[in-house]
């Protein structure tokens, strides 16, 4: 079992920047695939970023490439995404997933472990 609690999330200006932290509990935290996904008000939730769980492998969605960045500290159980120059339509709930296979997937239905998520919002 892994639970996975997320933070970092706030209101930020347009062009700003943030970083979310995805703690997660379980001595099996390294061998993880992990993502975060988001979410905005009445829309589905969508595949923003994944990591293998070693880390050798991301992989992002078209609409973050170049601005966000995932990574991970096996060593602090921690997933990390930087979001950098910030638009108004990246707000949404941002949540970090866990894939108990170690392999990275875009759809949400394979990940095995949900956060309860962290509220983004980017001001124009």
């Known amino acids: 079992q892994v639970q996975l609690v997320e933070s970092g999330g706030g209101l930020v200006q347009a062009g700003g920047s943030l970083r979310l932290s995805c703690a997660a509990s379980?001595?099996?935290?390294?061998?993880?695939?992990m993502a975060w996904f988001r979410q905005a008000p009445g829309k589905e939730r969508e595949f923003v970023a994944t990591?293998?769980?070693?880390?050798?492998?991301?992989y992002y969605a078209d609409s973050v490439k170049g601005r966000f960045t995932i990574s991970r500290d096996n060593a602090k159980n921690t997933v990390y995404l930087q979001m950098n120059d910030l638009k108004p339509e990246d707000t949404a709930v941002y949540f970090c997933?866990?894939?108990?296979?170690?392999?990275?997937?875009?759809?949400?239905?394979?990940?095995?472990?949900w956060g309860q998520g962290t509220q983004v919002t980017v001001a124009s």
């Open positions: 997933a866990a894939d108990a296979s170690g392999a990275i997937h875009i759809g949400a239905i394979s990940y095995d472990y």
């Open positions: 379980g001595r099996t935290f390294s061998r993880y695939a």
């Open positions: 990591i293998t769980w070693i880390g050798s492998i991301t």
